[in-house]
Every structure is written in C-alpha cells, then in structure tokens.
C-alpha cells in the first residue's frame, strides 16, 4: 500500500471515531496559563498537570507573579510534576523573558517561541495550535509511539517526527491529529497494554500485522 493511501484511510478512520474539533487537555484560561502548563507536562501526565495549576494559577494570578516568583516556594508548589527545580527555574525564567522582551504578549512565531527558557518544539506548538489557530504538529509520547507503530516513521526523535509527518498529512489535519492520537492512545492503544482487537487501525498497524 502505498503510504498517501496509508495516511488518507488511518486520517479518515481518526475522524470517524474520534472528534475533530480542536481539544487541549491541559486546562488553561490565557496564553501563559498554558505556556507553563506544557512545560510542566513534560514527563507528566495531563491529568496531573491539571491537578497542580488547578492551585497554582489561582496562587499565581498574573504572569508577573511568576517573574517574581520565590525559586524555592515555586518548586515545592509543583513538586509533584517530577523534574520541578529546572522547571520552576524555566518557568521563572520564561515569565520574566515575555514581560521584559515581549511586553506580557505571547509571540506566534516558532523561532521566537523556542527562544523562551523550557520551551522546545513541542510546547511552541501547542501554543501555536491551541492559542493562535495555526496549523502544526505537536509530537507527544502519543503522536510518537502510535505514528511508529503504523508506520508514519522510524525515528525516536520528536522533531524528525514532526517534520516527518509534515509531509505526509495535510495541513487541516496537523492540529487534529494530536488531539485524536490522544484519545486513542488513552482508550485504546495504551502504552502498557493496547487493546489491539478494539483498534480501528488495527488493520493499517504493521505492528499489530507482524504478530
């Protein structure tokens, strides 16, 4: 099968069993909301994220109350996202970056983005899809293992992967793909244990074909 048919049919079986609209699962009221609740998803569940700035955004109102944010007390108040003294730092270091250079206004662009402190590809685009519209693909530990199990890529390296599938999909699907690829990684093609005989792709799966 050649991989455009590949795509078109693994594309039109995600829209027909999951949404198509545009969901973040990471709960946020504003721009920089979200910009710290993806740098605290790394190596986190959403789940968890959402639990933790649930307090913590109503502790921290504004974007300048985390510019001058006490390091010590910031890191105890997210402890429980894992790797929480470099992300208190970058948090701190990211809030004070868009005030200072940005004047508090979130910048659009990927290469301004990735110049804010703990932000990398993947959150950039995050903020790029869920906050401006644009199209782009985020490449979580979702996108990554079930786009190598169909075949989308080799690769284990998340921006070769977004690149990757920049080419196959087209643009109206960039957005939707991680937020369906979400979805069917929780419910069904789970990391510890798929649940490969209720999968709609199962039939696209060259791991599932191999068994």
């Not at 920089?32 to 993806?38: G, H, M, P, S, V």
């Not at 429980?80 to 992300?87: C, D, E, M, V």
């Not at 730092?89 to 809030?95: D, E, G, Q, R």
Request: charged residues 30%; neutral net charge.
């Amino acid at each position: 099968m050649k991989i455009k048919e590949k795509v078109d049919n693994i594309l039109r079986l995600l829209d027909e069993n999951y949404p198509t609209e545009d969901k973040c699962y990471l709960v946020h009221e504003n721009e920089w909301q979200l910009l710290i609740a993806t740098i605290l998803s790394a190596q986190c569940t959403d789940d968890r994220v959402n639990i933790v700035t649930k307090d913590l955004f109503k502790k921290y109102t504004a974007l300048r109350d985390f510019a001058e944010a006490d390091l010590s007390e910031l890191e105890q108040d997210i402890k429980s996202t894992g790797f929480y003294r470099n992300k208190a730092k970058n948090i701190i270091l990211a809030c004070r970056m868009l005030l200072e250079k940005y004047n508090g206004v979130m910048p659009s662009d990927i290469n301004e983005l990735t110049k804010i402190p703990g932000v990398g590809r993947k959150t950039a685009n995050v903020v790029r899809s869920h906050i401006f519209n644009l199209p782009s693909i985020v490449v979580d530990t979702h996108v990554k293992r079930i786009s190598k199990k169909v075949g989308f890529t080799e690769s284990d390296d998340p921006v070769k992967i977004e690149f990757e599938l920049m080419e196959i999909f087209p643009k109206e699907h960039w957005i939707r793909y991680n937020t369906q690829v979400i979805a069917h990684g929780r419910k069904i093609c789970k990391a510890r244990k798929p649940e490969c005989e209720a999968c709609c792709l199962r039939d696209y799966c060259d791991e599932y074909l191999s068994m």
